[in-house]
């Protein structure tokens, strides 16, 4: 993975300069497709005019095929980006903000972003809406207390749609395009048939433009295809060198940044039911390819725990780091769940500091940390009022 | 004055506004945006007049924790940019002019009105689904994120149920 460049990313005066320069091309891009005027957009929505959805989808599509391309020659990670990318998938607020937004749009005449284009451009009515945006985020912040709990329903995680159909990304593209290119030549036929009905000559959808871009997508999709094919792609996996964490270093990142982990336990049920490491997943070795490794984001590094330390095939598939543990789960037992040995009193201060990290890492692990004092019992009770009426037993 | 040059075809607008989403993918690893943006101008606005009271509101006050300076960030210099970019292809295509876009038989009033109240509707909405057609329906929609899809079908619900009653806008 080559893109994005995370040094680039994290030097503020460069990512500012990006942001305005990738902002100017979409505010330019939205006015040059007409975007910046209301009765353009809200075309879509009496079907005269169903540029917003051909605009959409030709962006929506090209994008995803020219990340799938670029995923296929190894020059970014597909999930990386979307990691980073996408917001968590909270079903519920938004479905209903989609709802609520779509009803904004309509009414206004534009969306939010296309409001900042309008009134670039001179429309007020643009900028009346953008007043309008601004202060129905301010409506939202100032009753999140009582909107919290449903902002926070239906939370999935970041959920993708090759996730849940368990194919490569590549394939569910192929899918949107050609969902894509359907809606496009049904768009087409209804703005002939409502331009037939209001009596108006269909505005004219010159043809070479369109064999164009469908002819890239098709292709584009097709390399993507293509690319998930050939044998360039696992030969690297293959060829795979797996790194060993020693015990102790897994103990310290374990304590420090646990969300950076993922360590996976191959060993039996029993076994990991019996001892194991804290917050680490089992899985049987015949049950890895149901995990869909190959589809994590790769964020976090995959440690894995064997009893002998072989990687199985599947887990090569795991887009970020793979480490294994320094001899195996017995290492880790010894280093963690026993207790250490008494410290000579001739230690020098680096055993003595090698000591007491594992005398807290043994306390941590193995819960042998002295009980909180028992707490006191607090609060008054005050006997709840009957309710009078309703309710099924009345 | 000259005609204004006309709009670009649907299909190739689409796929330059494409190219713009997946730059922005690969170099700085994240989408493109506009509400998220407006949020933060719109709470340091408030801020301005009543500080106090956004550092006692917790959705406003969170803006400020990384960062006292609200506009320091990523996604106000891009609509700076949006704005910027929809400026100049404007004035170049002989469209930079003030106006009020509405249908013949409305009064600028009225459309007024109606432009800033969808635009509350939208901005409260945004905020509740994490996004808008940008940030959410376009940017999530090429990643494939299932909460972006699950947005944009519901956009367009919302839009097509609402469409009729609101149609002397336009006509």
Redesign the interface.
Known sequence: MT???ST??NHSEF??I?????????????????F?????L?G???LND??VF???????????L??VV?DGIG??S?S???T????????W??????????????????????????????????L???????????????F??S?ES??LSGD?G?????Q?LNVP?AV??VG?VLMAIGG?VGAEMVEKMMAQKNHQRPEPS?KT??R???A?FAGAATLGLFLLLIPTKTQPIEARSVATLSAETLAKRLLDEPWKLFVLDIRNRADFENKRIAGSQQSDPDNLKNLGLAYRSGTQDLVLITTDNTVPPEVLHYPGNIYTLAGGFSAWQTFALEKPKALSPLATATERAAYAFQSAVYAKMTGTVAAPPPPVATGTFKPPTKRKGGGCDG | MNTPTKFWNPYLAGFALGLVLLASFLVMGKGLGASGGVNRVAVFALDTVAPNHVDNTPYMARLKSGNPNLLDSYFVFEILGVFLGGSVSAFAAGRLKRGVIRGPNITVGKRLMFAVTGGVIMGVAARLARGCTSGQALTGGAILSVGSWVFMLSVFAGGYAVAYFVRRQWT
């Open positions: 893109f994005p460049f680039l990313i990512s500012l990006a942001a305005v320069v990738l902002g100017f091309f979409f505010g330019f891009v939205l006015e040059r497709a007409g910046g005027r209301a009765t353009k809200a879509q929505f009496y169903m540029t051909k605009v959409m989808f030709s962006a929506i599509v090209t994008a995803m020219g990340l670029a020059l970014t597909f990386a980006i979307a980073s990318a996408a917001s968590t998938t909270y079903m607020p938004m479905l209903v903000g989609g709802l609520l937004l779509g009803v904004g749009f309509i009414v206004s005449g534009y969306c939010p972003g296309t409001s900042l284009v309008a009134a670039s451009s001179g429309n007020i009515d643009g009346f809406t953008i007043v309008g945006v601004g202060i129905g985020s301010l409506v939202f912040g100032e999140y207390p909107l449903f902002y999935v970041q959920f993708y749609l090759y849940w990304q569910v593209a949107v496009f010159p433009p369109k164009l871009v469908f890239t």
